[in-house]
């Protein structure tokens, strides 16, 4: 299994991005934690040095941290929003529900039997990429834009968008129909 990494040259335009499949334990490839600091490579799974030699232990947290190197400007968080107004839960999660509820894999398995025999809906599982698309291709978007909106709505690269990708992707979209209109 691998990775796909998204980067940009140093002499590219901000908008101008490059992405490449890259085996899980390439050497290139470091594990970083919430504040981007390097953790370990991935190839070896050990510390990598530090790039100001031994740490002081006598200084203090706020001194080291003066000390390490800036992130790369170009380095963003995958962490989706989380500052829903309750109309888009209102709209996006009536989408979800319907798109998810119309899943081939989800109509074999989309209802059970409750106690007294009548069927009961199951919570919706997630909306595949073909579903999106489906709803996707009136949105009047160009191919270019819903496939950069569907690669940041889903950081992970799963099959299926759950409810928070979900909102992420009609968010994106509704924003970029707004710059187009403007």
């Known amino acids: 299994s691998g990775v796909a990494v998204a980067f940009q040259l140093p002499d590219a335009r901000a908008d101008?991005?490059?992405?490449?499949?890259?085996?899980?334990?390439?050497?290139?490839?470091?594990?970083?934690?919430?504040?981007?600091?390097?953790?370990?490579?991935?190839?070896?799974?050990?510390?990598?040095?530090?790039?100001?030699?031994?740490?002081?232990?006598?200084?203090?947290?706020?001194?080291?941290?003066?000390?390490?190197?800036?992130?790369?400007?170009?380095?963003?968080?995958?962490?989706?929003?989380?500052?829903?107004?309750?109309?888009?839960?209102r709209v996006y999660d009536s989408l979800f529900d319907e798109l998810?509820?119309?899943?081939?894999?989800?109509?074999?398995?989309?209802?059970?039997?409750?106690?007294?025999?009548?069927?009961v809906a199951a919570k919706p599982q997630g909306v595949d990429a073909d579903q999106c698309a489906w709803l996707l291709q009136s949105c009047g978007l160009t191919r270019r834009v819903l496939k950069e909106i569907w690669q940041v709505s889903n950081p992970d690269l799963r099959p299926k968008l759950g409810r928070k990708e979900f909102r992420a992707c009609c968010r994106l979209v509704a924003h970029c129909q707004v710059l187009l209109a403007a």
């Open 16 to 89: 101008e991005w490059h992405k490449k499949d890259l085996p899980m334990r390439h050497a290139d490839l470091q594990r970083v934690d919430s504040s981007g600091r390097i953790v370990a490579t991935l190839e070896s799974g050990t510390e990598p040095s530090s790039p100001m030699g031994a740490l002081d232990t006598t200084s203090s947290l706020a001194e080291s941290e003066a000390r390490r190197a800036p992130l790369n400007p170009s380095f963003q968080d995958t962490v989706l929003p989380e500052n829903w107004t309750e109309e888009e839960q």
């Open 100 to 119: 998810s509820s119309r899943s081939p894999s989800s109509c074999s398995s989309s209802t059970s039997s409750s106690a007294v025999g009548r069927p």
